[in-house]
């Protein structure tokens, strides 16, 4: 090799070290480029987004919030939007950055999750931001899968004995057509003619399920599954039992309700309140009738769907358990004659609600922490015997749990307000004749 082209060679060499060098500097790599940081959650913008709750999307993105930031499925905020057919919310968050490119760990963008969803126009903006032609067919309708093969991330399954465990079967009892949203843990089955009420009241019920999951530290034994029927249905008595909510659609005519007409809120807290009695029947805790799945459901529904009007109500209901209590307390320990005994359980709501006061915030969690401790006890009670030898032994449990949270004392506070330590009041059949109207 002659000296003339052993120089050029080196020259070679050390050009293309100074341009490789030169564009790393400008942050250009040939080695693929890092993957994105997935979220432990859905953070606040996330859930206010999916929502349609522009006021919390506007004063969140004013504190800086990342209009791209991740939750733990890869999805941005603008995937919830997107999902729910929250075409205002959709464009705003176009506005303030949200890039309409990026996909989700399924390999779906924001625009697949609007068009799947038969939002149109949603689709039609996010198409137009992502510089891309609008399918020429409607999508095709997903097959609803048979109940077995329903997983949640946690293992949950459909309760096996829904009557209606599919779209299909919903619309044959409904007579009409239906509509299904559905989540990692809460699915809602409505009338078509209701789609609005449905896209607005979904993602709370969802919010509200992962509020309750945070305060008691459990999931339900099976998806939440929210029925909405037509109004008069034979089904739409308005209860729950074994993770099945059954209401009417009135609950989602939005402009009935003074709560959305004055406050932009539904009215929600009674969805919530039986999803509370499920996350408390699967924890087995058994404690003055329903009033700890009513307490956590106040709570949960002052967290996720708060309005003056609820806060009124709360009030009022709260001011009738004192008054009644102190009224029982005044007769000796004698629940007043002139309340329905059914109404026995005011008694409990008041204590426990002093308890939270006294206790403070974490109060629920805290109690919830113990009663995970005795879950097997709390399960192997059923074989106690008869029904009220079940509910008795779990309300000792349940009793010994709260009287654990520090400075409680919360055996003595029942023993001076004449409320049996062994035995639950429904136990003592206060709604049958006979009843002395004594808590023990």
């Known amino acids: ?251 989602l005519q939005l402009d009935r309700q003074e709560e959305w007409n004055r406050y932009g809120v539904p009215h929600v807290s009674g969805y919530i309140e039986e999803m509370a009695h499920n996350f408390v029947g699967t924890s087995k805790a058994q404690f003055g009738w329903e009033m700890i799945g009513w307490s956590i459901g106040v709570n949960t529904t002052l967290a996720v769907a708060s309005n003056p009007i609820f806060v009124q109500s709360l009030n009022r209901t709260r001011q009738g358990q004192a008054e009644t209590f102190q009224r029982y307390v005044a007769a000796g320990f004698v629940f007043p004659a002139d309340v329905e005994s059914n109404l026995v359980d005011r008694i409990h709501a008041h204590l426990l609600g002093q308890c939270e006061q006294q206790y403070g915030p974490s109060f629920w969690p805290d109690f919830f922490t113990e009663v995970r401790k005795e879950a097997g006890a709390l399960r192997d009670a059923v074989n106690a015997g008869k029904d009220d030898d079940t509910r008795n032994a779990r309300y000792r449990i349940t009793v010994d749990c709260f009287d654990r949270l520090p400075g409680l004392h919360f055996k003595q506070l029942l023993a001076n307000s004449g409320i049996s330590l062994t035995t639950d009041v429904k136990s003592l059949h206060p709604t049958e004749p006979g009843w002395n109207r004594r808590l023990k």
């Open 1 to 251: 090799m002659n000296r003339a082209v052993f120089v050029l060679i080196v020259l070679g060499v050390a050009i293309a070290i100074v341009l490789s060098a030169a564009l790393l500097k400008r942050g250009t790599s040939t080695a693929d480029p890092p993957a994105p940081t997935l979220g432990a959650g859905p953070s606040p913008l996330h859930e206010a987004a999916g929502a349609g709750e522009s006021g919390a999307v506007e004063q969140l993105l004013a504190d800086g919030a990342d209009p791209n930031v991740l939750d733990d499925q890869g999805k941005t905020p603008l995937h919830w939007s997107a999902a729910n057919g929250h075409m205002q919310m959709t464009e705003r968050l176009l506005k303030a950055g949200s890039k309409p490119g990026i996909r989700d760990v399924h390999g779906k963008s924001a625009f697949d999750y609007a068009y799947a969803g038969g939002h149109m126009g949603t689709a039609e903006l996010l198409a137009n931001a992502a510089g891309q032609a609008m399918p020429s067919e409607p999508p095709a309708p997903e097959l609803p899968p048979a109940i077995g093969a329903v997983t949640s991330s946690t293992g949950q399954h459909l309760n096996p004995s829904l009557k209606f465990p599919d779209l299909p079967s919903f619309e044959a009892a409904i007579g009409q057509p239906g509509l299904l949203l559905t989540s990692d843990h809460v699915w809602l089955f409505a009338p078509k003619a209701s789609e609005a009420g449905a896209q607005t009241v979904f993602p709370i019920l969802v919010r509200a399920y992962d509020e309750l999951h945070r305060i008691t530290g459990i999931h339900t034994e099976y998806i939440m599954v929210v029925y909405n029927f037509s109004k008069g249905h034979k089904e739409a008595f308005g209860g729950t039992g074994n993770c099945v909510i059954y209401y009417d659609d009135e609950n």
